[in-house]
């Protein structure tokens, strides 16, 4: 029976929400890993019921967990994210060298096409890959041994991978996306990287059109569109029709353009979503507003989304992996916030509804579409 | 046997309940007890000390016999109670503020 499982990362621990396709009712299990950070959690495309998780502490460090089970069940894998040769350095916040050290996992990625393959975005920023299912993990170092990896430097939320982009029509193409450095390419699944930034304009950086430097908070693309890629940066909704070779800003009407999330519609390649906040301190919505705003255009124009989403004395933040996109027929949104609560719209955003409240902050929200 | 005392996290994480009860090869030190600890308990890797470099995580800190043993040198012998095994080594997350 299709069903939808959203898996929830979360300050305190991981949540795993499992619905049928009406998704009208919900079971929630958990909390698992109860007291550690739990920055990410995805399924593989490929098995629905191999988990992984991103386990961390400032404490006590980073580890992974890998469930065969759909989350029933959990062990951990290797913890070891060792940077290949000499790490070197990159900028501090005050222009000064730094060395790379690793911190934590942000983002778990598995591969489109091997059981046993996945990816993870670290901090400090760097991508690593397993072969055999989180046993052994290493860096494909092409990425940092890009010329301008000394340059790089951290946002506000450190020097993070967050976002991996695996071209569904070629694996050995993915798009990478870096606070404070950029968008990346690679077209040779990760030996060489190429930076892709160009058109993107930030006020808060010495060249506000560098080749790298820029604070991209999230990147997304529709699967049938591999070279359509949208993104959310600092400030700025942007858009690239050539695989990120260039790109044009489509904020449009929108009412503030900083945020952290965008995704894409599972059917409508031109149907986008984000969450606006009010400003680069002020992480919250605009007026205590709740609002998800659509473009069905691509763009430019955009639509507030509110039936349903509280509409006063509201101050949560969304985070970039916080929200997420089901394939069912009639296409379900989802996207937790710093308040603990998850809320789903299962018409493509026209209505909305809490599925559950008083989580922990949320950091991560994945849906699975369950076959 | 030395008795060590993990904090809650890490007893979760190791499915441990209670006091872990080591023997160590050798004299007894922070290396040696943690040493033991790792190779009985290997996800305890990478939690304690960094990995690589070994070096106590800048968060965790090491107790015993009323003393804060954290900034001990490795090799340094444990206090004899805790060697014998009449007071607890305590590993700690670090608290600021109470």
Redo the contacts between chains.
Sequence with gaps: MAGVRLLVGTRKGAFVLTSDEARKSWDVSGPHFAGWEIYHVKGSPIDENRIYASQSSSWFGQQIQRSDDGGKTWQPVDNTFAYDGVPGTHQWYDGTPHPWEFKRVWHIEPSTTEADTVYAGVEDAALFRSNDGGKSWHELPGLRGHGSGAHWQPGAGGMCLHTILIDPSDAKRMFIAISAAGAFRTEDGGESWKPINRGLKSEYIPDPEAEVGHCVHRLAMHPSRPNVLFMQKHWDVMRSDDGGNSWREVSGNLPTDFGFVIDVHAHEPETIYVVPIKSDSEHFPIDGRLQVWRSRTGGEDWEALTNGLPQSNCYVNVLRDAMSIDTLDSCGIYFGTTGGQVYASSDSGDTWAAIVRDLPPVLSVEAQTLR | MIRVVL????K??ANVNGEVMLAVDGPATQKSLLDALETHYP?L????R???TLKR?A??RFFACQRDLSHDEPDAPLPDAVASGAQPFLII??LAGG
């Design positions: 904090p809650a996290h890490l979760m994480h996800v890797r990478g939690a304690i960094e990995q690589g995580r968060f965790v997350g670090a």
